[in-house]
């Protein structure tokens, strides 16, 4: 366990978090997980890939309880349920090899991890609107509309379950701008980077 790398990438939507985890990935030659945390922690648990899939990186709503009828609303999962059982996934797998984790709080999951480093992705608004306009085939009001949607998701869902903040710069070992270097190098960066910290 104190020999495996984790990595733990926080990112602002658009910036290339997950694109730059899949490269750190084939570079250091470990697993990256995104979606299959989702799907590992549904296997796991009682609760489905779906329900989970539906508030992955999302705070539940009360309003979501009032909408169920009475034995649904009694037997839904709470978000702090979702979230313990989401992070004894990444504690297990943090625990067996060295990993990648994108976003779900695992730096806050692992601040007790001796080695993790935890590094958090940004953009300029422009760089991260073209991105997500040529990934999803979207006009730019969609895509800024999204951007807002999902980072103001992110930063409540990170807020909710941390004494730390989203976005603030002292919560992370490197904080860097995707936009300025571009996807490759950006992931080269932080190589340099783990290269570094391991070394002392």
């Known amino acids: ?4 790398l984790i990595l733990t990438i ?3 939507y658009g910036s290339g978090g997950l694109e730059i985890g899949r490269l750190l990935s084939e570079k ?3 697993p990256c997980y995104d979606k299959e ?5 549904a296997k796991g648990s009682y609760i489905s890939e779906e329900f989970f899939n539906e508030f992955d990186e999302k705070i ?4 979501y309880y009032f909408g169920a009828d009475e034995y649904d609303a009694a037997h839904l999962p709470r978000n702090t349920e979702l979230f313990r059982i ?5 504690r297990n797998l943090a625990e067996e090899s060295s990993c990648i ?3 779900r709080c695992a730096d806050v999951v692992l601040r007790d991890f001796p080695g993790c480093i935890n590094v958090f992705l940004h953009a300029s608004k422009e760089y ?11 006009n730019r009001k969609a895509a800024l509309d999204m951007m807002n949607k999902i980072d103001k998701q992110r930063n409540r869902y990170y807020n909710a379950f941390s004494e730390k903040k989203w976005n603030d710069v002292s919560s992370y070992d490197l904080v860097l701008d995707s936009g300025k270097l571009g996807s490759e190098k950006t992931a080269q960066l932080i190589c340099d980077y783990i290269k570094l910290f391991k070394a002392e």
């Open 60 to 63: 539940i709503r009360t309003m």
């Open 28 to 30: 250091l030659g470990i």
């Open 10 to 12: 926080g990112r602002q």
């Open 37 to 41: 945390l989702v799907t590992k922690a």
């Open 128 to 138: 991260r609107a073209e991105r997500i306009m040529r990934l999803h085939a979207l």
């Open 1 to 4: 366990m104190k020999d495996n």
């Open 86 to 90: 989401q992070a004894d996934t990444i």
């Open 101 to 103: 984790f994108i976003g």
